[in-house]
């Protein structure tokens, strides 16, 4: 895999050291709070975010956390570049409700435009503090002096003082006011710079990155036994002979919530098995037919919001096209099953969890709990991979529950792989009804997108309480009402407003709030299915005009940053336009800017196809991304890269299954995704814009390398497949 950086930036440096400037004059306050940008907004004290040690370190503290897309490492090269500092001398605290701000979730593409905009800000108003500081210190009169700042040294005319020298003095428990510009794009030094990713050596030599990792003084392990459908009933329950195994500690039961716990892990493991078998359940309601999904879910009560109706005069029509696509149901297939250490002490609970969002977990874990808010912390470490709403949150009140009945020792609890397929929130199927009308210069006048969906998110939120276990209880909590996210960013309408100028057009998201299968956040959301949708619809539009698919859409496209990721991924796939379909070879391109506010991103993707199987061999992906100014260009490579396999795997391979009764793809053989050998080979552009406002691009592939591969597909077969994924079984039954 290789990658191409455009348009390098010229970094101007002076003798390894920045002309800074500072002055005396004391600065005003506006009689309202300022309005701060990204996430300073409800995090407004300077020491949330920045401390300066006496030691010659400085702490860097973050919301958001590591969940394998680099973000840390991101945010110490904008605290090093802001603060003038090595990166050598920073450590980050991330995710931790004890030491850092609450910034929610990490998701939606939102931490280098939300937490990394904040840290800038702060970083920048901290050094302006130290400066000032220094002015003092050095005793210079009052006015503008230029002073040179080299890793934490000012100095001035002969005269030097250190940040650490300083630290005593810095007051820094005050509310920023983002007065202090951030540095231009000349002044930087790690930013625009391929550093080595910071969570990467652990993981590569085995070293203790994980939560499964954690190993404390005494620990014990536990496991949960699950119902075997979503409304099954407890009948009766042997406690006894699961108390008497070897091994175990307790045996906790709470309604519909078994879980014991051992000494050992692969005793906790037995005594699972056996809390399986001592266990009698009654099932409950039965699961829509598989076969009927999409039906089902469009029968349901929907509540209709029209999210886009651009009406413009009539205009004559040439050919109108309609077509239906649909996403199965798709789960987050984390490699590392779900897992989480909890300890109660002294009346206080401590959870090491890889939750995305600490601060909602822990408001969601005193609600199950009943118990004070403050009385639990929750710490981030990393987990093998989520991107969305899976079971780290669930298990964290598992792993909780447990610990209340340890007598002060922590407990890890491990999900097996059938806890994690059988009952973390899968993403949403989904349906989308397309309708396009083209004049007879061959440009589309007239557009419709219609998308049935349920919601995209049932995170721990400030309503209800959305964690499994909590439901389960003698004493049940309830969930939270599931919801829309609103427009722009959107749900399962993301992306469902095309970026393309149409005169006319309506974009109707039907939001059905029943939900016969759990659901909730999966990378992307709704934005990977109506990228699909659009950009397969965009092909197909383009076959009917006999415009090459490029050219058809450089001609909807009146914004040119969009353009320029199209003629880049173009070029650089060495496009050439109206070859020959049907050759068994083919080739296909899909774009998007992501949520219609962050990164620009281009794919054509090559495939070769075997007629007889059926099967699809990824041949080669070629991207272009803009995400405004780049603050690692290999980090965001890595993000493209691993964007386009998942996304590959997805439209390929990955669906759940089930049947009247429960979830049938409880492991890896009913489960299938991408394999190492099935990667294709990949090469990403990055267009920098140094000068523009960094956008999130964690998400940015998924939507167009799967319209890539439908178009690829189509482009190699003359058959045009609209139903996810894209199987061998679906083609060779579209081959007949």
Not at 288 to 316: C, F, G, M, W
Not at 625 to 644: F, K, M, R, S
Not at 658 to 680: A, C, G, K, M
Request: charged fraction near 20%; include cysteine.
């Amino acid at each position: 895999m290789t990658g191409l950086i455009l348009s390098r930036r010229g970094f101007i440096q002076s003798a390894g050291a920045l002309t800074l400037a500072f002055s005396l004059a004391p600065r005003g306050f506006a009689a309202e709070p300022a309005k701060l940008p990204g996430s300073l907004a409800n995090n407004r004290m300077l020491d949330a975010w920045v401390r300066i040690n006496a030691d010659g370190t400085v702490t860097i503290c973050t919301g958001k956390v590591e969940l394998g897309q680099g973000i840390l490492t991101a945010l110490e090269q904008i605290a090093a570049d802001e603060l003038e500092v090595e990166p050598k001398r920073i450590t980050l605290i991330s995710g931790d409700t004890g030491q850092t701000p609450d910034e929610g979730f990490t998701s939606g593409s939102q931490s280098i435009e939300y937490s990394g905009i904040a840290l800038r800000y702060a970083c920048a108003e901290v050094r302006q503090v130290l400066l000032d500081l220094a002015a003092k210190r050095m005793d210079l009169p009052h006015g503008n002096y230029a002073a040179a700042v080299e890793d934490g040294t000012i100095r001035y005319n002969g005269k030097s003082v250190t940040y650490w020298e300083l630290a005593g003095e810095a007051d820094l428990h005050r509310e920023a006011t983002a007065g202090f510009v951030p540095k231009s794009p000349q002044g930087l030094r790690h930013i625009g710079q391929s550093k080595p990713r910071l969570d990467i050596p652990a993981k590569v030599t085995g070293g203790a990155s994980y939560v499964q990792d954690i190993r404390l003084p005494g620990m014990l392990y536990g496991r949960i036994s699950r119902p075997p459908s979503y409304s099954a009933e407890l009948a009766a329950f042997d406690e006894a002979r699961v108390r008497a195994m070897p091994g175990v500690v307790a045996v906790v039961r709470d309604g519909r919530f078994l879980g014991v716990i051992a000494e050992r892990e692969e005793q906790a493991i037995a005594a699972r098995d056996e809390l399986a078998r001592a266990a009698q359940w009654r099932d409950g309601a039965a699961l829509p037919k598989p076969e009927d999904i999409q039906n089902y879910l469009r029968s349901l009560p929907a509540e209709e919001h029209v999210v886009s109706n651009k009406e413009a005069a009539a205009t004559a029509t040439r050919t109108t096209l309609e077509a239906a696509y649909t996403r199965p149901y798709t789960a987050h297939a984390s490699i590392g099953p779900s897992c989480a250490v909890a300890q109660v002490k002294d009346g206080a609970l401590t959870v090491w969890t890889h939750s995305q969002g600490v601060f909602p977990l822990r408001r969601d874990l005193a609600k199950a709990l009943d118990i004070d808010v403050a009385k639990i912390r929750c710490v981030h470490a990393q987990g093998s991979g989520c991107y969305g709403h899976n079971g780290a949150d669930d298990v964290a009140l598992d792993a909780a529950l447990l610990a209340r009945a340890a007598n002060g020792r922590p407990v890890k609890v491990q999900w097996m792989r059938d806890d994690e397929f059988g009952w973390e929130p899968f993403g949403p199927a989904m349906s989308m009804k397309l309708r396009a009308s083209l004049d007879d210069g061959g440009k589309i006048v007239d557009w419709s997108h219609d998308v049935w969906t349920n919601t995209h998110s049932m995170r721990p939120e400030k309503e209800g309480c959305n964690l499994l276990a909590a439901w389960h209880l003698a004493q049940p909590k309830a969930p939270g009402k599931p919801g829309i996210i609103p427009q722009p960013a959107g749900g399962g309408d993301r992306n469902a407003v095309p970026l393309y100028d149409f005169p006319r057009q309506k974009v109707t998201h039907h939001f059905i709030p029943a939900m016969p299968i759990r659901v909730s956040a999966l990378r992307a959301l709704g934005g990977y299915a109506n990228i699909f949708a659009i950009e397969s619809f965009m092909d197909e539009l383009a076959r009917a005009a006999k415009v090459d698919p490029v050219e058809f859409r450089m001609r909807h496209l009146g914004d040119p940053r969009a353009s320029a990721v199209v003629k880049a991924a173009a070029s650089h796939a060495g496009w050439q336009p109206n070859l020959p379909g049907g050759t068994g070879k083919g080739r296909g391109i899909g774009f998007a800017k992501y949520k219609n506010l962050s990164a620009y991103l281009a794919v054509v993707v090559d495939v070769e196809m075997d007629r007889a199987s059926g099967a699809t061999r990824l041949v080669r992906a070629t991207a272009a991304i803009d995400a405004g100014q780049v603050i690692n260009p290999n980090g965001l490579i890595n993000q493209t890269e691993g964007g386009i396999i998942q996304a590959a795997s997805w439209t390929l391979k990955e669906q759940v299954l089930f049947n009247p009764q429960h979830i049938v793809s409880r492991d890896w053989s009913r489960y299938p995704i991408l394999t190492f050998p099935e990667v294709p080979a990949i090469d990403v552009v990055v267009l920098d814009r140094p000068t523009e406002k960094s956008l999130g691009a964690g998400e940015a592939a998924q939507g167009p390398t799967a319209a890539a591969i439908a178009n690829a597909i189509a482009h190699a077969t003359g058959l045009r497949l609209r139903d996810l994924p894209l199987t061998p079984e679906r083609i060779k039954a579209a081959f007949g």
